[in-house]
Each structure stands twice: as structure tokens, then as C-alpha cells.
């Protein structure tokens, strides 16, 4: 388990949501560790979970360079925060934030393959619908929620957070009004 400092959250009824969530996918991982036969069925859901909560905090950053024309946000550029700012309706959309991020490097991955897999734990989210209407594939879902996938969800999310605590903290007047993140997985990074 690590522990990741909230204090970046811009709406703070999110940032607890984020908190019911993590709660959420502790119970889960317990489920998960304690029985292997059965744990690949809760791999859908711990995943869909963790994607969610990626989704939910890359909101917030794009709530916060919207909104937050005061405080601002820490280590974005003037020109960076007039593009978000004067494009609202498209950064409404988790592909467009991610492609953003991408553009502008949010969380200082670049030359990695972070934001491709960031995508397509996004594509993977949506496959919570069993139709699969977009027909992506695999089309078995025990193929497309796999330990494997698992693991990188894991691994970007804690990415993801850890380093909008460090880079995109708020002022020290609009902190612990949520309580810090704590991911249900041992930790992949120290």
C-alpha cells in the first residue's frame, strides 16, 4: 500500500469520491489476494475501478486550469492553460484530456509509452459495457482483463497520482480538506 497526499484536488467532493472508490477497490483486493481460483473474475471490476479513478483526478486537473484563474496551477505554462481554457468543451472528454497530457507532457513521461497505455486502459474501461460495441478486441473479456493489464492500471495510476501531488499541488490555504489517497496495491515505485 502507498499513501499519496490529496493536496492537489480541486473539487473536493471528487477528491472524496476518489477516496470512497480506493475504499471501494481495498475490498476488492482483499477478495482478490485471498482467493487466487476466483480472483481473474474481479480483475474487470478492480480494473474498470482504477481506470475510473484516473479519469475522475484527470478531471480535476482540467477543472482546475479551467476554473482556478486565481490560484492557478503550479508548472503548467501561461500558453498551456490558454489552450484548455479557451477549448473547455473538448477537455470534457477523458480521450481528449489524455491526448492533451500527451501534447504537453503532464506527468514527465515523455518518450515512454505512458500516455499509449493510458489510452488504452481508457478503451478498456469502456469494455465495463459486454456488448463491445465498438467491436475492439480481444473480443473475450477474460482476454482483455488479464493480470497483465491489471498490473500496468496499477502502475499508471499510481504514476499518474503520485506525480500530480508532487507537480500540481494547490496553495497551502486550500489543502486537507480530503483525505490522502491510499492505493490498495503494493506499491511499484518507491
Same mark, same amino acid.
Given at each position: 500500500?502507498?499513501?499519496?497526499?490529496?493536496?492537489?484536488?480541486? &473539487?473536493?467532493?471528487?477528491?472524496?469520491?476518489?477516496?470512497? %472508490?480506493?475504499?471501494?477497490?481495498?475490498?476488492?483486493?482483499?477478495?482478490?489476494?485471498?482467493?487466487?481460483? #476466483?480472483?481473474?473474475?474481479?480483475? /474487470? @471490476? =478492480?480494473? +474498470?475501478?482504477?481506470? !475510473? =479513478?484516473?479519469?475522475?483526478?484527470?478531471?480535476?486537473?482540467?477543472?482546475? =486550469? #479551467?476554473?482556478? *484563474?486565481?490560484?492557478?496551477?503550479? %508548472?503548467?505554462?501561461?500558453?498551456?492553460?490558454?489552450? +484548455?481554457?479557451?477549448?473547455?468543451?473538448?477537455?470534457?472528454?477523458?480521450? *481528449?484530456? =489524455? /491526448?492533451? !497530457?500527451? &501534447?504537453?507532457?503532464?506527468?514527465?513521461?515523455?518518450?515512454?509509452?505512458?500516455?499509449?497505455?493510458?489510452?488504452?486502459?481508457?478503451?478498456? #474501461? %469502456?469494455?465495463?459495457?459486454?456488448? %463491445? &460495441?465498438?467491436?475492439? *478486441?480481444?473480443?473475450?473479456?477474460?482476454? +482483455?482483463?488479464?493480470? #497483465?493489464?491489471?498490473?500496468?492500471?496499477?502502475?499508471?495510476?499510481?504514476?499518474?497520482? !503520485?506525480?500530480?501531488?508532487? /507537480?500540481?499541488?494547490?496553495? @497551502?490555504?486550500?489543502?486537507?480538506?480530503?483525505?490522502?489517497?491510499?492505493?490498495?496495491? &503494493?506499491?511499484?515505485?518507491?
Amino acid at each position: 500500500m502507498r499513501t499519496i497526499n490529496s493536496h492537489f484536488i480541486g &473539487n473536493f467532493k471528487d477528491g472524496d469520491n476518489i477516496c470512497y %472508490n480506493l475504499e471501494v477497490l481495498n475490498k476488492l483486493y482483499e477478495a482478490y489476494y485471498r482467493d487466487e481460483e #476466483r480472483s481473474p473474475f474481479l480483475r /474487470k @471490476p =478492480i480494473t +474498470v475501478f482504477i481506470v !475510473a =479513478i484516473l479519469e475522475a483526478a484527470l478531471d480535476d486537473l482540467f477543472y482546475k =486550469i #479551467r476554473g482556478y *484563474t486565481r490560484e492557478g496551477v503550479p %508548472n503548467l505554462s501561461a500558453d498551456t492553460v490558454a489552450k +484548455v481554457r479557451t477549448n473547455t468543451s473538448s477537455y470534457r472528454k477523458f480521450k *481528449t484530456q =489524455i /491526448k492533451c !497530457a500527451k &501534447n504537453h507532457d503532464f506527468f514527465d513521461v515523455a518518450g515512454s509509452n505512458f500516455y499509449i497505455v493510458l489510452d488504452e486502459l481508457r478503451k478498456i #474501461r %469502456n469494455r465495463m459495457h459486454i456488448q %463491445n &460495441n465498438y467491436r475492439d *478486441t480481444p473480443f473475450g473479456e477474460n482476454e +482483455v482483463f488479464t493480470e #497483465r493489464r491489471l498490473i500496468q492500471a496499477e502502475k499508471v495510476c499510481e504514476h499518474t497520482l !503520485a506525480k500530480m501531488s508532487e /507537480k500540481f499541488p494547490r496553495s @497551502p490555504y486550500n489543502r486537507g480538506y480530503v483525505d490522502d489517497f491510499i492505493l490498495p496495491w &503494493n506499491s511499484h515505485y518507491s
